[in-house]
């Protein structure tokens, strides 16, 4: 990821629209951006269509990708839907590489230049997250390698389930020592997250905060995503998931809140003044049944927000961006909560934020990653971040380069 050259964009988004952009990368980052630049250097790449920013994915379980289609049977809620997810939880290294690549791919393909894979699978210690790592490399998507802590079966004390079992490392400090292996490299940066407040107890969640703080790393957790974790909470500690991160420390402007749906006033106060960001991931929450989050609210208490494509039901960036918006207006009977600039933020810049990453920007200084995207029939628009919100999707990406490598060329 640390191609040297020069792309010449039919239309770009700089934070502005721009027409005819010269933009020159060395070893993986923009050097120059010239705008009116009317023709096309002998030596760059021409981009026809629409340039922006690579799509961050902040949130996925690559595994899950398994469930598309095979769980829209038979009705339940999200607990009977864990039950079946725990049966695609069994795997062997070479095969979560070869499965993972597949995936990777369908991101690229559909703009995604970067991936946080949310990842508990450690039956095999750190040979899946190794395999991850691998297959990202193999496919040219940067990964943050989000290692989750979990320890426990609820908030209630219970033992780990057979299944269960084969995610924990038994306690924080072995977790620590695992994690510890783990290795950043070249479109590799590693992340920690406490699963959840059922999975983790205090005194480790304090644990984990300390270990990812002291080393610069992105921190994730889900959080409020079911009512029953909230009403588990308080019967067990006495407060809210919110209150009770607020009351171990952990709350902190590095924290990735992963859902955030069920929240007090008090809770959003909370997030909002530790400058908290959010990730909302608005198709597999559809499909989960999963209510919708007062994310507008968030926004306006001081989170940034984020998108992910969770259990990758639906990999396209644009409509969880979408989805965010359109969501809430059902909930609410209100029109543009987000305006699309704050949406195309989302799947940008704020989420290579929540990822560890120097990009999301057509910046020169930042990383190379930028995605071209156009509509079938060639027809001529003028770009604006509302069509490209509402009347585009992961289909229209006709070119991706990552690092200022070309991954995808339609």
Not at 123 to 143: K, Q
């Amino acid at each position: 990821m640390n191609g040297t050259g020069r792309w010449h964009a039919e239309q770009a988004w700089l934070g502005h629209r721009a027409e005819n952009v010269l933009l020159e990368v060395a070893s993986g980052r923009i050097t120059t951006i010239t705008e009116g630049v009317t023709r096309v250097p002998h030596d760059a790449v021409a981009l026809k269509g629409w340039t922006v920013p690579g799509f961050a994915n902040v949130h996925s379980h690559a595994f899950q990708r398994l469930l598309r289609g095979e769980v829209e049977s038979g009705g339940g809620d999200f607990w009977e839907w864990r039950e079946r997810m725990y049966r695609y939880a069994d795997w062997e290294p070479a095969d979560y590489f070869n499965h993972a690549r597949l995936v990777f791919r369908e991101m690229l393909e559909a703009g995604i230049t970067a991936v946080g894979e949310f990842h508990y699978l450690h039956s095999h210690g750190n040979e899946l997250g190794v395999a991850l790592i691998d297959a990202a490399r193999e496919e040219g998507i940067r990964i943050t390698l989000i290692d989750a802590c979990y320890l426990r079966g609820g908030l209630d004390g219970r033992p780990l389930d057979d299944v269960q079992k084969t995610f924990s490392d038994g306690d924080a400090d072995r977790w620590v020592r695992r994690v510890d292996e783990l290795k950043e490299a070249d479109g590799v940066r590693i992340g920690a997250a406490i699963h959840s407040v059922r999975a983790v107890d205090p005194e480790s969640m304090r644990i984990v905060f300390t270990y990812a703080k002291e080393r610069g790393m992105p921190l994730h957790i889900h959080l409020g995503e079911q009512p029953a974790e909230v009403e588990e909470c308080v019967a067990a500690e006495g407060c809210t998931p919110t209150e009770l991160l607020d009351r171990e420390g952990v709350l902190d402007p590095d924290l990735t809140a992963v859902h955030a749906i069920h929240l007090s006033e008090h809770d959003i106060d909370l997030l909002g003044a530790y400058n908290v960001q959010v990730c909302a991931c608005s198709t597999t929450e559809r499909d989960l049944g999963d209510r919708v989050g007062q994310m507008r609210a968030l926004a306006d208490h001081g989170c940034h927000l984020s998108l992910g494509s969770d259990s990758n039901a639906v990999i396209d960036m644009l409509e969880e961006a979408r989805g965010l918006e359109l969501d809430q207006r059902r909930a609410t009977g209100r029109r543009v909560l987000h305006q699309p600039e704050e949406l195309l933020k989302a799947a940008t810049r704020d989420g290579m934020i929540a990822l560890g990453w120097d990009g999301g920007e057509l910046t020169p200084g930042m990383l190379a990653d930028f995605v071209t995207l156009e509509q079938p029939r060639g027809l001529w628009r003028e770009m604006s971040p509302s069509y490209l919100v509402y009347g585009f999707s992961g289909r229209d990406v006709t070119n991706v380069v990552v690092g200022g490598e070309t991954v995808v060329s339609k």
